[in-house]
């Protein structure tokens, strides 16, 4: 495919607009070719009057039809082969291997989704059938199930090119669900995105979809997004990225004539608690696990750990002389753009200054600057000084932690009870420390939307039982996952029929269950008819 630099319009190639932007290569800080033209409002309120076309159309295709569109967007996915790698080295800096193994998650989470929806259960469909003889009054036939929201937005996210991209699973999620979706590049590539929206398309026209099923819009300030979440056609909003976006975008949508849901994920430090057997007996193991799960992707993930506790001891005297030596030697990275890069640094600096913070290493190694890379750096506070600085909690973006010495386990308690939401909490323990820390275990579980035991929460597990989410600030709603089939349930809401005629319903609430799948029928699951 030829990068146009345009706008993807209902499967259309936008006109050229007034304002333009480059993207650069990280690695250098060369300007990359073409010049990409950013959408205008005209074009944003084109795409979703497409989109409000669409949806009507889309509510009455069938769910094989909509998997087979999705497994036709993996293959055109993969058939786009080595120039969708090239280009998006190109402007993220990210090594070949990571790009080839992030596209194999996107389109396996794309087929995933498709195999749900061929499956048909993900509806949840509840029937409670008629008694016309119960007293005092008569129950009448209620049956219940998912359908679409309408148009959907999507931001794509800096970190992630493919997966938290344009075919990521927020825009997955939504075309699975029945949407229509509009996305919203990533100005920092957006070579790689026109690549995969292009992709997308023709698997639109391949299927027969309608044109207005996906469309794909260029800019690089705040006013084509603040427009799009603002446009009455929108009915949801997909978001990875900073707390101060996420927010932004929250609250504009909040304060609509009709508020419409924003599901964002906007930063987590992902705390690393280190129990007293379990630093005892690994800590060299566990020092070196944490450092390679801190610099993971220069830090640039959002499970990566930015936060480590534990309690003064010999021990964890032993863990911080390992961590600190590794962290010396290791090698910096360059990151996806310059604007992350002077953030971290920014932040780092920041932290550094903070009463009681005193810098245990950072990598040796000389950065350079025209390749956009920064050190790794390990940070300590006593847990006094953690408790009385909140600003010490709040994520660094990228390959930095700090550790948190408690005095006390009260002391270690009170840090986790200070904490706010976060994607992810791990305990690096023994079974022996669970019970004894059963406590830490309880104030965890209103903290995150995942808990490890042991291992390091770099690394998402694409599958039905992955909860990739958390409270505030982690994100907007706690109840929802960015990974794994749960997601589609942020962009479908629920529909209930009173004492309808089997004619009039539905397929999967009429008494024959042609799709044979599972539903909930007077309290019971079965796929059986009625």
Not at 28 to 39: D, N, S
């Given at each position: 495919m030829e990068l146009t630099g345009k706008n993807l319009i209902a499967g259309?190639?936008?006109?050229?607009?007034?304002?333009?932007?480059?993207?650069?290569?990280?690695?250098?800080?060369?300007?990359?070719?073409?010049?990409?033209?950013?959408?205008?409002?005209?074009?944003?309120?084109?795409?979703?009057?497409?989109?409000?076309?669409?949806?009507?159309?889309?509510s009455r295709i069938s769910d094989q039809v909509r998997a087979d569109f999705l497994r036709e967007v993996a293959d055109r996915i993969m058939g786009i082969g080595a120039p969708l790698i090239e280009r998006a080295m190109e402007e993220t800096g990210l090594p070949e291997a990571r790009l080839v193994g992030e596209r194999g998650r996107t389109v396996g989470q794309i087929r995933l989704f498709a195999d749900l929806v061929e499956e048909g259960s993900w509806v949840e469909a509840r029937i409670d059938t008629a008694d016309p003889e119960r007293q005092p009054l008569p129950k009448p036939d209620l049956r219940r199930y998912l359908v679409p929201l309408g148009p959907v937005v999507v931001f794509g996210a800096s970190n992630f090119p493919l997966a938290f991209s344009v075919a990521g699973g927020d825009t997955v999620s939504a075309l699975a669900a029945g949407n229509p979706?509009?996305?919203?590049?990533?100005?920092?590539?957006?070579?790689?995105?026109?690549?995969?929206?292009?992709?997308?398309?023709?698997?639109?026209?391949?299927?027969?979809?309608?044109?207005?099923?996906?469309?794909?819009?260029?800019?690089?300030?705040?006013?084509?997004?603040?427009?799009?979440?603002?446009?009455?056609s929108t009915c949801a909003v997909g978001f990875t990225g900073s707390l101060a976006g996420g927010r932004a975008l929250f609250d504009l949508a909040s304060q609509r004539p009709v508020p419409i849901p924003v599901y964002a994920e906007m930063g987590s430090t992902n705390p690393v608690f280190l129990l007293p057997n379990a630093v005892k007996t690994?800590?060299?193991?566990?020092?070196?696990?944490?450092?390679?799960?801190?610099?993971?992707?220069?830090?640039?993930?959002?499970?990566?750990?930015?936060?480590?506790?534990?309690?003064?001891?010999?021990?964890?005297?032993?863990?911080?002389?390992?961590?600190a030596a590794i962290t010396a030697k290791?090698?910096?990275?360059t990151m996806l753009h310059?604007?992350?890069?002077?953030?971290?640094?920014?932040?780092?600096?920041?932290?550094?200054?903070?009463?009681?913070?005193k810098m245990l290493a950072h990598s040796k190694r000389r950065t350079r600057k025209k390749d956009t890379q920064a050190s790794a750096v390990v940070f300590?506070?006593?847990?006094?000084?953690?408790?009385?600085?909140p600003r010490l909690a709040e994520e660094v973006f990228g390959p930095s932690t700090l550790l948190v010495r408690c005095d006390s386990v009260d002391e270690l308690y009170a840090v986790a009870q200070r904490l706010e939401g976060h994607l992810t909490a791990t305990l690096q323990a023994t079974e022996a420390d669970l019970t004894e820390y059963s406590r830490l275990l309880h104030i965890l579980e209103g903290k995150v939307g995942r808990l490890l035991f042991n291992g390091?929460?770099?690394?998402?597990?694409?599958?039905?039982?992955m909860h990739h989410g958390g409270p505030y600030p982690a994100t907007t709603d706690s109840r929802s996952t960015s990974v794994g089939t749960a997601a589609i349930s942020r962009f479908a809401r629920p529909i209930c029929y009173q004492n309808f005629p089997q004619e009039a319903l539905p397929a999967e609430l009429q008494d024959q269950n042609s799709r044979r799948i599972w539903r909930l029928v007077n309290g019971r699951q079965t796929r059986e008819d009625l």
């Open positions: 259309t190639l936008g006109g050229d607009g007034k304002s333009t932007f480059s993207a650069f290569n990280p690695v250098g800080g060369q300007k990359l070719k073409p010049i990409f033209v950013e959408a205008t409002t005209d074009e944003a309120d084109a795409a979703l009057v497409k989109a409000v076309e669409a949806s009507e159309s889309l979706v509009v996305v919203k590049a990533h100005p920092a590539h957006p070579g790689t995105s026109e690549l995969v929206a292009r992709a997308i398309a023709l698997a639109v026209e391949d299927c027969s979809m309608p044109a207005g099923t996906f469309s794909l819009l260029h800019g690089i300030g705040h006013e084509i997004g603040s427009y799009l979440v603002q446009h009455p690994r800590g060299v193991e566990i020092a070196a696990g944490l450092h390679g799960s801190v610099t993971l992707g220069v830090g640039q993930f959002c499970t990566n750990p930015g936060l480590v506790v534990g309690m003064d001891s010999p021990s964890l005297d032993s863990f911080v002389d390992e961590l290791s090698e910096p990275g310059a604007g992350i890069r002077d953030a971290y640094e920014m932040r780092v600096e920041e932290v550094g200054r903070i009463k009681g913070v300590e506070v006593s847990g006094e000084d953690f408790l009385a600085s390091f929460p770099t690394g998402v597990e694409v599958c039905p039982s």
